[in-house]
């Protein structure tokens, strides 16, 4: 599941990491990895539309960089399922899939941020290949491991 990084208006995607889903019961998990948290998110991001769409849904012509900022979350984990739950939002509403960007994780005085852009292509009506409905808490831990964080979420299908 790891590409080429190719060249996007905000950023090509890291060299080191990726997504790779894995079954789960009646759900779906999703395994990710990246040298930095920032990483580790982008990559979930990537991971996510990669497992929604129909792999030909997903334009490369048409991409346009977008602002990010969520609220702070009490530690990475509750930020991955916050950040994963508002790109399952941005897919269902608005169409909009993460194809790359520049993302940082870190901590503040208020609790863990995220911000940075996000490169989003519009998917077309009727590339949805799976629906996800969300992203769980269940069994999920963000560690730092060989040198990349990782990442294992379960995602309500």
Do not use: C
């Not at 992203?135 to 963000?142: E, I, R, W």
């Amino acid at each position: 599941m790891k590409p080429s990084p190719k060249p996007t208006p905000a950023g090509p995607l890291p060299p080191t990491g990726g997504a790779r889903v894995f079954g789960h019961t009646a759900d779906i998990g999703l395994a990710v990895r990246g040298e930095t948290l920032g990483d580790l998110f982008l990559w979930a991001a990537v991971g996510l539309a990669r497992l929604a769409l129909k792999t030909r849904a997903i334009p490369s012509q048409t991409t346009h960089a977008m602002s990010i900022t969520l609220p702070p979350g009490p530690d990475p984990e509750a930020l991955l399922v916050a950040w994963l739950n508002h790109l399952i939002y941005l897919l269902e509403t608005e169409g909009l899939a993460a194809v790359g960007g520049r993302l940082e994780v870190g901590e503040a005085g208020e609790g863990w941020i995220l911000s940075g852009s996000l490169t989003v292509a519009q998917a077309p009506p009727h590339g949805v290949k799976t629906g996800v409905k969300a992203a769980t808490y269940y069994g999920l831990k963000v560690e730092r491991k060989q040198g990349l964080f990782r990442a294992r979420i379960i995602l309500d299908v």
